[in-house]
């Protein structure tokens, strides 16, 4: 079977333009090979998104106390019994549907989508990929998830692709079942064209920003800490650019208290969730990754990247896969306040480092244009359909 108008489902159980969905909605356009159908399991912005770029979207409705069950709930109990039962009731409705669909291929987008998908797509008796962009470690997940998720991927899915080498690595596979499961480590694609139109700064001092949904281990505080510990002058400034996605408005409640106890408050920006990402970078001179556990990949290392803006990064996870310290990016060793503003302070005095990373950071980024990416995603999905024994 070729990929010639080979039908595939792609599963979420979200509709937010989260991490995940955005790096869905930017690989789909550039699989020009295939025809693709997109399963969610609630309305929202990904599924506008997609009907835009006239993608097909089929919704089927998930229970709310299934969809939005948070991972770190995922622990032995009546709830989760409750979501298990549930879980498996909407596989069930979905293999039926994927079989009226008549498609060839599932692939899987998110963690939760892989684990009833996965049942799904054996119930209908097609081939399954999971993309997995979450780390399956304890640090991310409650211990019991953690074997849930290393157990069903060793029975679950045809092929396993993951957005980094980091990621892959957490899921313990054994080299004999990594070898069966063509298990390979692709990136997440960037729009390169859009972030490279980013303006770009027309104001004075330097203005430092972390951009990402607002969270605890995203590392916002981290920056505010360092940005305060750095060198850079009153009329530098810092850009906090994000809003809250999963109900973690506690957190983004103690950052402007953290600001003011840094004696920073009139240096910072909230921006809030915001809609034009690449504008955003526009109008920063250095680009901050602070997370506070390994990222699984890091897209808006990438985007920093593309729309021209020098990036400090964690070194760890994907980030410290995508940038090679002192070439086209800095990496500071993760939560460390004090190595963070000595990079702040670096970058903002050496003006000749700056260019000189952002130069080599766009030719980096080039390796995920999404048609780079779409032909490795293309390969992985034939050698599935092809049954081949090893990754192409």
Not at 182 to 205: Q, Y
Request: glycine share 8%; aromatic share 4%; with cysteine.
């Amino acid at each position: 079977m070729t990929l010639h108008r080979t039908k595939i489902a792609f599963l979420d159980h979200c509709a937010l333009e989260s991490g995940a969905e955005l790096a869905l909605l930017r690989l789909l356009p550039a699989l020009d090979e295939i025809d693709p159908v997109v399963i969610l399991g609630e309305n929202g912005p990904l599924a506008d998104a997609l009907r835009q770029r006239a993608i097909a979207v089929r919704v089927v409705p998930m229970p709310d106390t299934t969809r939005t069950l948070p991972r770190g709930a995922v622990v032995p109990g009546l709830n989760a019994v409750r979501a298990a039962l549930s879980s498996l009731a909407y596989a069930v409705r979905l293999a039926r549907l994927l079989r009226a669909l008549e498609v060839d291929l599932v692939a899987t987008n998110s963690l939760k989508s892989s684990l009833y998908g996965g049942i799904a797509g054996r119930l209908a008796r097609l081939p399954v990929v999971w993309h997995v962009r979450d780390r399956i470690a304890d640090d991310y997940l409650p211990g019991s998830a953690v074997a849930l998720v290393r157990l069903a991927v060793r029975v679950l899915p045809t092929a396993v692709i993951a957005n980094s080498r980091a990621t892959l690595e957490t899921l313990r596979l054994p080299s004999t079942t990594r070898r069966r499961l063509r298990a390979r480590s692709i990136g997440d694609p960037c729009p390169l064209d859009e972030f490279a139109a980013a303006a770009g700064p027309d104001h004075e001092g330097i203005s430092v920003g972390i951009v990402g949904r607002i969270s605890p281990w995203k590392g916002q505080d981290v920056f505010l800490r360092a940005f305060a510990a750095s060198a850079l002058g009153r009329d530098d400034r810092a850009r906090v650019i994000g809003g809250v996605l999963f109900g973690e408005e506690a957190y983004a409640d103690t950052l402007p208290p953290l600001a003011a106890e840094l004696g920073i408050t009139d240096r910072v920006e909230f921006t809030g969730h915001v809609t034009d990402v690449a504008a955003q970078f526009g109008s920063l001179d250095i680009a901050v990754h602070a997370s506070t556990i390994p990222e699984p990949f890091g897209q808006v290392v990438v985007e920093a990247m593309a729309a021209g803006v020098p990036v400090v990064a964690t070194d760890a996870g994907g980030p410290s896969e995508i940038v090679t310290d002192e070439v086209d990016g800095l990496l500071y060793p993760m939560g460390d306040v004090v190595a963070l503003g000595s990079c702040l302070s670096r970058l903002a005095r050496d003006a000749e480092l700056r260019a000189r990373l952002v130069a080599a950071g766009r030719r980096t980024a080039a390796a995920y244009a999404p048609d780079v990416i779409a032909a490795q995603v293309s390969a992985a999905y034939r050698a599935v359909l092809a049954g081949q024994d090893r990754p192409g």
